[in-house]
């Protein structure tokens, strides 16, 4: 078992440092990223919603014939968690801080995927392997930016959002390779599919929901270039050259996407 965890492992470790540099980048000037919270919540909407429909969607589309059903379990999940918190914290001065709960939970359980995708893809072959972890990496850092942009939208302070924000976005990287390794022979992509179903509708709750709250604050020119620019980062995050590396004999390595249940060791 330890051999078949060091390479995903180290992937997950890696993802997770990327994700730090986002969270250092937006937290050495607190009162800045304070001041400027809802154009970042603004732009990493726009990020966050490009990089789920272009990226993470079409990828559970090609492995699970019912992405459709867990996509609306992931955005009715959502809507349904904050709702719930809502109820939960009625009067308490509390409730602008337990506003962030619902979409730093979806941060969290997709940065927990992005581990477990690690450990299946490398249990298929070390080059697809490697090529699922140069894919999910486009995004480890602006995932840190994004979870650093809600808390701090949500009062938290600048030491604060930098913590939870690393424990929910950096931590469960790592945390996803070691709670899947022991279990990947058992995951189908199928199942795979299913649960990056329910993160990218998760996303997408996030995205266009307690992200997209500064547009009723921020001048609207303001706001459309901050989405101008998340949305664009996004396209050119997805338009990198990454392709499959080739195995010893010349065969091409089988991307994520098209990873099948001949591909997955039973």
Do not use: C, K
Request: hydrophobic share 55%; aromatic share 10%; net charge negative.
């Amino acid at each position: 078992m330890l051999d078949s965890l060091q390479a995903p492992l180290l992937f997950g470790l890696t993802a997770a440092f990327i994700t730090t540099l986002g969270l250092i980048s937006v937290s050495v000037r607190g009162d800045w990223s304070a001041r400027y919270s809802g154009l970042f919540a603004l732009a990493a909407g726009g990020m966050l919603v490009s990089l789920t429909l272009l990226h993470i969607a079409p990828e559970a589309f090609e492995l699970s014939a019912h992405t459709p059903v867990f996509l609306m379990v992931g955005f009715f999940g959502g809507l349904g968690l904050h709702f719930g918190i809502g109820a939960l914290f009625p009067e308490s001065s509390d409730r602008g801080q337990a506003g962030a709960i619902t979409p730093l939970a979806a941060v969290a359980i997709h940065s927990l995927l992005d581990g477990m995708i690690y450990s299946v893809t490398f249990a298929a072959s070390f080059s697809s392997g490697v090529y699922a972890a140069a894919s999910l990496m486009l995004h480890e850092f602006p995932e840190g930016v994004i979870a650093f942009a809600i808390l701090r939208r949500h009062s938290f302070s600048n030491r604060e959002a930098f913590i939870w924000a690393f424990l929910a976005s950096a931590v469960t990287t790592p945390l996803g390779v070691i709670v899947a390794t022991p279990f990947m022979y058992g995951l189908t992509p199928d199942i795979i599919g299913s649960l990056f179903a329910i993160s990218a509708g998760l996303l997408l709750y996030v995205a266009t929901g307690p992200l997209m709250a500064p547009l009723g604050e921020e001048p609207p020119m303001r706001s459309l270039m901050a989405l101008s620019a998340g949305v664009g980062l996004a396209i050119l995050m997805a338009l990198m050259p990454l392709h499959p590396h080739e195995e010893a004999g010349g065969h091409i390595a089988p991307a994520p996407h098209d990873l099948s249940h001949d591909h997955l060791p039973h």
